[in-house]
């Protein structure tokens, strides 16, 4: 009798601990921005185009870095809204995706639609924004989104700014050697 008690606690527990979290996810937030930002040593407009042109994230970014044998795909002309570059990897940090330009504001700011698909199916915008630093460039490089309820209680266990701001940050300084070189 005393086993089956214990037995019923256990399951009791188990089956507990998934509704206190759907509980605590209702009232956790959804969304995220992660954002960094770096001074390259060059003009705006040269370190813009460079940046215009999503191929050469292949040359900073610290997510193509991960695994340089991902395989690739591009749709449309690079550089221009509506251009799309897809990847898919077995590297589960880097996954499966696409990202298409959405809008250009020339020598301004590039903003992207981010669709993961693998290991997880979730939705961001991505961005990068260059503005004049008295002739040298700042980039700030981000990203926002949001997790879906439930799986927005895992905000509560990992640290978005931290995880994504670090690699962000690692892709910053990638650009920045790049370009000032």
Known sequence: ????????????????IPVLLCII????????????????????QEVFNYIKFIKNQDNYSKWMAMDPNAKKSYTGTDGTVGFASSWESTNKELGTGTQTIRTIAEGD????????????ENTATGYMITNDDGGKTKVRWGMRGNMPYPFNVMMLFMNMDKAGGDDLATGLTNLKKLLEK
């Open 1 to 16: 009798m005393k086993i089956l008690k214990k037995i019923l606690i256990v399951v009791g527990v188990i089956l507990l």
């Open 25 to 44: 996810a209702l009232f956790t937030k959804k969304d995220f921005v992660v954002e960094r930002s770096i001074t390259i040593n060059k003009p705006k």
């Open 109 to 120: 700011s590039l903003v992207v639609d981010l669709h993961f698909v693998k290991p997880f």
